[in-house]
């Protein structure tokens, strides 16, 4: 006669078997689901580099990169030419590795960005011939060209305002915030505003995610931390006379010192010629009778007289009784929160600034760095610590210069978080373009893992296998009691 433990333990098994079998099959039956999977490759090319990202949209954003050429398009030499289309050649055919299989003519843009810009300014001939390779070669792919060429600075702007908001899940909590950013060539900014659409006044219709907004957005051409930083020393020069010998540099840590060439300081639109007295009101003209001429400048350690000659280089003063931005261009108040992105990231990481530093700490902090020899800096992280170690100082400044002179940031609505990466993908504008284009993308169906019903499936495997422990060990336990029952 079979004891209590022995009918317990086959009752355990029974009840664990049956909920086992349900769990299985309601795993099973829904632990994927069909969803549709949309493909966008977009190339960025930007002043240092060209880079290929495929993204593919499910639920969750997944990026595959090639880096194509890592100087930037604009600094390629004629007769390097050939080299160059070779790399965009196999650039274009390691991307396509990464599309989903059987895709053919997926949609690809192929935006350049201010580096380009100034080439196009600078030399229209060379623009020309490297325009007609890319173009060339992409023709020879199965992608689908959308585009190719230039963005105007605007779009790069609003697409990166767009990635940041999309990493950020804004459109989808309504907490949607401005973006601020700054490369070598260009400084964008971007916030949404209650204001009607006028381009006049650089504001714009976006309807992304189901939200429609009216969004400012302006780029400035010539005043990324590169070409400013260029723009100032040609001016310090200027000033000096031309002067060969020492010239001191405010923005420099004392100890470091630099070597300027002519064709260096002047042979760019973002310095001398109309282009730069468009954009800065003035033209920095070089040297006549000496056009290759060495310069050199002798870091002085002055982060206040910096600030101050950065301020009579760059007009921040607004006319008509109107809110501007830089060079009195129609700007609204900055308002709400922003992220301050790509070298506002850096400059501030690398003086130690918590990501949400106020102004009157960003300024302390740049004082401290700028007032420290430059061989007792000590940068905060190892890569490319010693290239980026000499221009911290500039970088600091004229970043919070942007902010507080420029854009108008103050310390009642200074709402500013530096961010590198948003939940751990970089903002590019090219995941703007990717989400703004979602329509035009390669579109199919795949079957898409629900990790709640496959945690169902497998917790229903281990009751069964659980049941079928518990019947050995009844069918053990029931043998033993008929066995005392014999004995006796």
Known sequence: MAGPLCK??????????VVGIVLVVVGSRNQFVEKTEYALTVVDAGGSGTRLIVYKLID???????????????NWKTEEFPILEKKLEACYKTGQ???PEGSSNTPIYFGATAGMRVLKLRDPASYDTIWNMVRKTLNTTDYDVKWADVFPGRYEAEFSWIAANILSKGFVTNDIQGM???????VQIAFPVDEATDPAKHIYPVDIE??????????????????????????????????????????????????RTSKFLWNVPCVKGDYAKDMFGYSIDG???????????RGTSQPEKCLNLLKQMISTNCTNNTTCGLNDVLQPEVHGKFMALSSFYYSTHYMGLPYNGQKEEYWEKTKK?????????????????SKYKSKQCWDSIFTYFLLSEGFKFDKDNWNIEYIKKINGKSADWSLGVAYRNKENAYQHQVDVSQPKYKALFISGIVLIVLSIVFIIAGIIVCKKDSNSYDSI
């Not at 317990?8 to 078997?17: H, I, N, P």
């Not at 040297?287 to 400048?297: A, F, G, R, V």
């Not at 760095?369 to 610590?385: K, Q, W």
């Open 8 to 17: 317990g333990l086959f009752v355990l098994a029974g009840f664990l078997c």
């Open 97 to 99: 590795t990464f599309l």
């Open 60 to 74: 969750d954003l997944v990026e595959q990169r090639v880096e194509c050429e890592g100087k930037g398009l604009g």
């Open 180 to 186: 601020a950013e700054t490369g070598s060539s260009s």
């Open 287 to 297: 040297p006549s009778e000496n056009d290759n001429q060495t310069y050199h400048l």
């Open 210 to 259: 189901g939200k429609k907004m009216s969004v400012y957005e302006y780029s400035y051409l010539c005043y990324g931390e590169s070409e400013a930083w260029r723009r100032f020393h040609a001016l310090l020069i200027k000033d000096s006379g031309y002067s060969t010998g020492i010239v001191e540099d405010p923005c420099t840590n004392a100890g470091f010192n630099w070597t």
């Open 369 to 385: 760095l700028c007032n420290t020899p430059f061989n007792e800096m000590t940068p905060p992280y190892e890569e490319e610590n």
